[in-house]
């Protein structure tokens, strides 16, 4: 799941057997200098449009993503913006590529809060490229729910070692 460069929302509803609804939380004009984004968010030509929300499936909230769009691109691809980018991004079978950058063990109040569910939870960020150059920087970070049917990923352990 988190190293696949299919679909998450197409492995989540495959997971769970449940559609996957997408809760848009914002999408608006990224003013900030990025502290914290992905240091991929530099290669995107601005300006540019960040865009957060919440995967749900059958009631439960599997995941958060957040992605940043140059705002030429994210007008052209989004133009649902209650669709999962991937749907999106593929009505009309044109090519992409992905490429993914990081991955990471992160901890905040509101994804347990959110999640229902103690963290560390399991994130990580990649790249959309079309013609050679980037589309979006896309960052996800998954509930541990997911280990119903993906099995413990051992991250307690792992965030305790490092």
């Known amino acids: 799941m988190l190293l696949g460069d299919g679909s998450p929302t197409r492995h989540l ?17 990224d ?14 030509k601005p300006p540019l449009l960040r865009r957060q929300v919440w995967l749900n499936c059958g009631g439960s909230t599997l995941a958060w993503a957040e992605s940043w769009w140059n705002q030429e691109q994210a007008d052209h691809h989004l133009r649902d913006r209650e669709q999962p980018i991937w749907r999106s991004l ?3 079978r044109s090519e992409l590529f ?36 980037a589309l979006t920087v896309i960052r996800e970070v998954f509930s541990p729910q997911l280990e119903t049917w993906l099995g413990p990923t051992l991250r307690q352990e792992l965030h305790k070692s490092s």
């Open 13 to 29: 509803r495959l997971l769970t057997g449940e559609p996957v609804t997408v809760d848009l939380i914002a999408m608006e004009p």
């Open 90 to 92: 593929t009505q009309g």
């Open 98 to 133: 992905r490429e993914v950058d990081g991955l990471a063990l992160v901890e905040a109040d509101w994804l347990q809060a959110s999640f229902g569910l103690r963290g560390p939870f399991w994130s990580r960020h990649y790249r959309f490229f079309r013609g050679g150059k």
């Open 31 to 44: 003013r900030s200098d990025h502290s914290g984004a992905p240091t991929e968010v530099t290669d995107l």
